[in-house]
């Protein structure tokens, strides 16, 4: 990841407009700030979601609270709760999420 010229500054989460996005089951809500080419997001599932498609995009994600399920393209499950990260490159290991109980997250791609 390319970081831009970024000038200092601070986020206040609850002040951007959270946007829905539905799963095959349940929705994620996207709080969603660009910087250049870097897209940063804080993202809530809903208890019961999962995603409606495998992403290949990459990303680095932080679980700050409850629980999530990463399945990837070949079987392989992980699952993060709070505290909890992984990280992912463009284009590798096809993925898609899903919680029974809800989460939030903090997303950088």
Request: hydrophobic fraction near 35%; charged fraction near 25%.
């Amino acid at each position: 990841m390319q970081l831009p010229a970024i000038a200092f500054g601070i986020t206040d989460w609850s002040t951007i407009e959270s946007v829905e996005y539905k799963g095959e089951t349940g929705s994620a809500y996207w709080r969603t700030k660009q910087f250049g080419g870097v897209r940063v997001r804080m993202v809530e599932y809903t208890p019961g979601y999962l995603a409606d498609h495998w992403c290949e995009k990459g990303h680095i994600i932080l679980c700050l609270d409850g629980e999530m399920t990463t399945e990837l393209k070949d079987g392989r499950r992980f699952v993060l709760g709070p505290g909890m990260s992984y990280q992912v490159g463009d284009g590798q290991d096809a993925h898609r999420s899903y919680t029974s109980q809800g989460a939030k997250l903090f997303i950088v791609d």
